[in-house]
């Protein structure tokens, strides 16, 4: 009798602290689920917008013309000096992305939101950096699209992982790594500023070396690598990636195209190259010569152009002296920027 009592005053002991054990179990268990969830998925309000008006605080693009922008932070006691004058930043405040500001000698600039594409030409460059002709085909070809959570490495100066964060905004996200532990701090603060902190985490890590975190495992829609080897990351590139998922690698050179290829060809199908040159072209207001000594092509005439018939009856500009809208290639276009390399990753059935 004494036994029984003890049995069950014992048993009893040992089935409360099984069950406490238990719920700790499970809320930690859940604690970490919502936690991981919170990383994976977000909140509705991640929206790149910038339909509101310059606050304290914010970054904004001065804009004098088309090669002088850059980037700075409103600071209600600030003022910005230039060719044009001095202006009070505290005058910017209130205004919506887009302004136009005076000075106090009547010069003025436009205060342009920080968009991925002005971001790209104003960043301080502390790497190489992807551009907008780059950026824009990798993420359609990798089919990013709202909602996608896309692994890179490395981050570099965060060119790319700005343009890949408005794509998936607002219910995706973006994972990025640099093994560079101060790069990674720099981009951290910049994603801040320029309103996609919430849609990218930034993470020091070697990722040729390490591979990406398991935590990842077969969650990634794509993977994007900008490092020098590589091929040292396909392998966990492909255990990241959703079945069907892509991936896309930039490289400069050639070997380095040629190493990754090989890599790439026991777990992934569809392994294409491109390389992406852009023209870009100069449109201005200018005297037409009579005759064009350089590549100008004549795109039309303003409104108020006087016009004549020819002998045949067409309509022909008064070439005298009015002026007429030239096109023309930038002399400082781009050339070879690297070489983008996609892939599926292949089906297991
Ligand atoms: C050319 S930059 C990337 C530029 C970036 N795509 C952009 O648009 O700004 C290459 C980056 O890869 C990082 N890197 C090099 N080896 C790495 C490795 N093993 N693991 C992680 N990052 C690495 C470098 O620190 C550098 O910041």
Redesign the pocket.
């Known amino acids: 009798m004494v036994w029984l009592v003890r049995f069950s005053y014992g048993s009893g002991y040992f089935f409360l602290m099984s069950f406490f054990f238990l719920i700790f179990f499970w809320q930690g268990c859940l604690i970490g689920a919502i936690e991981k969830l919170k990383m994976l998925c977000s909140d509705g309000e991640k929206k790149l917008s910038f339909c509101r008006s310059i606050k304290d605080g914010d970054l904004v693009i001065v804009y004098e013309k088309r090669d002088v922008m850059k980037a700075v932070k409103v600071c209600e006691t600030s003022v910005l000096q230039n060719r044009f004058g001095v202006f009070k930043h505290s005058d910017w405040i209130g205004k919506p992305f887009g302004s136009k500001v005076l000075s106090n000698k009547g010069g003025f600039v436009y205060l342009l939101a920080p968009t991925p594409e002005l971001w790209t030409l104003v960043l301080s460059h502390?790497?190489?950096?992807?551009y907008i002709a780059d950026i824009s085909f990798l993420i359609t070809y990798l089919e990013i699209v709202p909602g996608s959570l896309v692994l890179e490495?490395?981050?570099?100066?965060?060119?790319?992982?700005t343009s890949l964060a408005r794509a998936v905004a607002p219910t995706g996200h973006v994972y990025t790594?640099?093994?560079?532990q101060q790069?990674a701090a720099s981009a951290r603060e910049d994603f801040q500023s320029t309103g996609v902190g919430s849609l990218v985490t930034v993470g020091a890590?070697?990722?040729?070396?390490e591979g990406f975190p398991d935590e990842y495992s077969g969650l990634a829609d794509s993977v994007f690598l900008?490092?020098?080897?590589p091929w040292?990351a396909i392998l966990s590139a492909g255990k990241m990636l959703k079945q069907d998922g892509t991936l896309c690698s930039?490289s400069p050179c050639i070997e380095q195209v040629q190493r990754t290829c090989e890599a790439l060809k026991s777990n992934f199908r569809d392994i294409r190259t491109f390389e992406v040159l852009l023209r870009t072209f100069e449109v201005h207001e200018g005297k037409m010569d009579s005759c064009q000594g350089d590549e100008g092509v004549s795109v039309g005439s303003p409104p108020y152009k006087r016009r004549q018939r020819s002998s045949e009856g067409s309509i022909v500009q008064d070439s005298s002296s009015s002026p007429t809208i030239k096109a023309r290639p930038c002399a400082d276009a781009r050339g070879h920027t690297g070489y983008l390399t996609f892939s599926r990753l292949k089906c297991l059935s």
């Open positions: 502390r790497t190489q950096i992807l490495s490395g981050t570099g100066s965060g060119s790319l992982t790594f640099d093994f560079h790069r890590r070697d990722i040729q070396g900008d490092l020098p080897q040292l930039f």
